[in-house]
């Protein structure tokens, strides 16, 4: 994971690799350290070759915290075909790029 900052202070986190069972929990960490900011932050997740249902599930669950709490996750739509397909499988694609 790496993490940049603009000049509003919103966080752009770049995912890589894998997010599954073993990195979830680091993501969740991350974005809930975030979740006060009132910013608008992006996860990339364009360099990630493979997400199971644990990462699928800290992305929604932390999409659907921030809309209900005055902050906003963008998840970049940009993905690689594998994981595309895995959130297609699950059926919330229409929840993260709505």
Do not use: C
Request: avoid cysteine; charge should be negative.
């Amino acid at each position: 994971m790496h993490e940049q900052r603009d000049a509003r202070d919103a966080v752009r986190l770049s995912l890589s690799g894998e997010l599954d069972l073993a990195v979830a929990e680091q993501l969740r960490t991350r974005l809930q350290a975030l979740a006060g900011g009132h910013t608008t932050d992006v996860l990339d997740v364009s360099d990630l070759q493979f997400i199971d249902s644990p990462g699928i599930h800290v992305l929604i669950t932390h999409f659907n915290y921030a809309a209900q709490n005055g902050w906003e996750i963008r998840i970049d739509p940009k993905l690689t075909s594998h994981v595309r397909r895995g959130i297609e499988l699950v059926g919330v694609d229409h929840i993260l790029w709505p």
